[in-house]
């Protein structure tokens, strides 16, 4: 070998190691979460609870605590937070923000995965998701007259996340599923007030500033209709696109209250195709019944429609919705009718909690 041979190959090694070194740390704890719902798809599901760390049925902020704890002896999979009201103190189901830095890094520790949504005040306004007036989704987007105003409420989101930490200060990876239940109408950026193409930009938007410009590697970006979808076309009628999306995912309540699990299986199995297709993650991103008025819901609904078929089983992870009081929960608490049917649903092999996943 000559002497520009033997230059060359120490450059390519030099560079390879340089390379390497300057991996950031957020983007591997983002790959390892990928590649942990990888794995686990097709052989297990995850199972999820909104809030679960910060309150539940009769206690508030107490460490340790968990409803789906109490009842089953093993905390959740996968924990959910909300970033609505970014800016306050506290969010709009009256968490304090940085209780929620300290809950997110505490579920981490355990070994459990974080996923945040965003129920995103309209920046023109100041008023809530729900508040249909004053839309104007198109002044938002870059060069129009209140983009402004849009980026000073994504610095406030890039800064939470930003600051999600573990104990040695490496980034916490957590799934981001902003812009969710889209072809409903009721949010802002639903479907009665946002077109396709507007909302498909606010989408990019965000993630490209998140990622790019505030350089945040360690999220998952979740993608997350309701169930106004029935066929992979409508499902992608607002698919911002495949470099942005990572977690495919679902919203699903009415399906049940309606007894409409066929449709439920329908939609799981699509959004299970369209995954595979694209590999990307399959994700029941939130789902479950208020008050658990459906008499056995675990057992007799979700389980039946995440054991379905095959193509359901591919569905990483399910995720129930909060336990504010005994007006609104979707985990039975202990003296709750349903607990044991809550017990035989986590203690299906299928069904993992984080004692399993972590092992």
């Not at 870059?142 to 849009?150: I, V």
């Not at 969710?180 to 909302?199: I, K, L, N, P, V």
Request: contains cysteine; hydrophobic residues 40%; negative net charge.
């Amino acid at each position: 070998m000559n002497r520009l041979s033997i230059f060359i190959a120490v450059l390519m090694i030099l560079s390879a190691c340089t390379s390497q070194r300057l991996k950031d740390d957020g983007e591997i704890a983002a790959s390892e979460l990928k590649q942990l719902l990888v794995d686990v798809s097709g052989k297990h599901i995850l199972f999820g609870h909104q809030d679960d760390l910060a309150y539940g049925i009769g206690w508030k902020s107490v460490e340790g605590e968990s409803d789906v704890k109490r009842v089953t002896g093993k905390y959740p999979a996968v924990f959910g937070w909300e970033l609505g009201n970014i800016g306050d103190a506290v969010n709009i189901d009256g968490v304090p923000f940085d209780s929620i830095k300290i809950f997110i890094a505490r579920a981490h520790n355990l070994g459990g995965i974080n996923t945040i949504s965003w129920h995103a005040s309209n920046p023109i306004t100041n008023l809530d998701s729900w508040n249909l007036t004053r839309i104007d989704v198109s002044s938002l987007l870059p060069g129009e007259t209140n983009h402004k105003l849009f980026k000073n409420q994504l610095d406030l989101v890039a800064a939470f996340l930003a600051d999600l930490k573990d104990e040695n200060g490496n980034p916490i990876p957590v799934i981001f599923r902003p812009w969710h239940e889209m072809y409903g109408s009721w949010f802002w950026w639903g479907r009665s007030t946002c077109s396709d193409a507007d909302y498909k930009k606010l989408f990019r938007f965000t993630v490209e500033y998140l990622r790019n410009d505030k350089k945040l590697k360690n999220l998952l970006i979740a993608f997350a209709p309701d169930n106004g979808f029935s066929t992979k076309e409508e499902y992608l009628q607002r698919y911002p696109g495949d470099d942005v999306v990572d977690v495919l995912g679902l919203d699903d309540y009415g399906d049940f209250e309606q007894k409409r699990l066929d449709n439920v299986v329908v939609r799981l199995e699509i959004i299970s195709d369209i995954a595979k297709e694209k590999g990307k993650i399959a994700a029941f991103t939130e789902a479950g019944n208020d008050k658990l008025e459906i008499e056995n819901w675990y057992t007799t609904n979700l389980l039946q429609v995440l054991k379905a078929t095959e193509k359901t089983r591919n569905i990483a992870y399910v995720m129930v919705w909060r336990n504010s009081d005994t007006t609104h929960f979707f985990v039975p608490y202990e003296t709750h009718p349903q607990a044991n049917d809550f017990k035989d649903f986590v203690n299906d092999k299928m069904i993992f909690l984080l004692e399993e996943s972590r092992k």
